[in-house]
């Protein structure tokens, strides 16, 4: 069984930085990611990580996001800078499990496993 817990969200001035984590437990298999999602609307994929190292982001994070991951304690990251009001809302970690890719890591349908998410104000 995949357990995910984030931490780290905030609030902080726009043009700031955060950190966010996501320890993991059990077997998270090839891809995770991060994922954000507003009131009323839909989870969106920003940022993927497969198991051997490759990342991915979408055009809204790219150049001020970086994903990473500490194997050795379990914790998958989300380093955000330059931070916009626009980036106000709610981060989930999440997780392929058994396998999986991260050639689709902006569905959520790719993924099985969730956290609880952890909310980012940005004013």
């Known amino acids: 069984h995949v357990q995910l817990v984030e931490s780290g969200g905030d609030s902080v001035q726009a043009g700031g930085s955060l950190r966010l984590s996501c320890v993991a437990s059990g077997n998270t298999g090839n891809c995770m990611g991060w994922f954000r999602q507003a009131p009323g609307q839909g989870r969106e994929g920003i940022a993927g990580?497969?198991?051997?190292?490759?990342?991915r982001y979408t055009d809204a994070v790219k150049g001020r996001f970086t994903i990473s991951r500490d194997s050795a304690k379990n914790t998958l990251y989300l380093q955000m800078n330059s931070l916009k009001p626009e980036d106000s809302v709610l981060y989930y970690c999440?997780?392929?499990?058994?396998?999986?890719?991260?050639?689709?890591?902006?569905?959520?349908?790719?993924?099985?496993?969730w956290g609880q998410g952890t909310q980012v104000t940005v004013s």
């Open positions: 990580f497969h198991s051997q190292g490759r990342t």
């Open positions: 999440a997780a392929t499990g058994d396998g999986g890719s991260c050639r689709n890591y902006e569905s959520p349908r790719e993924f099985s496993y």
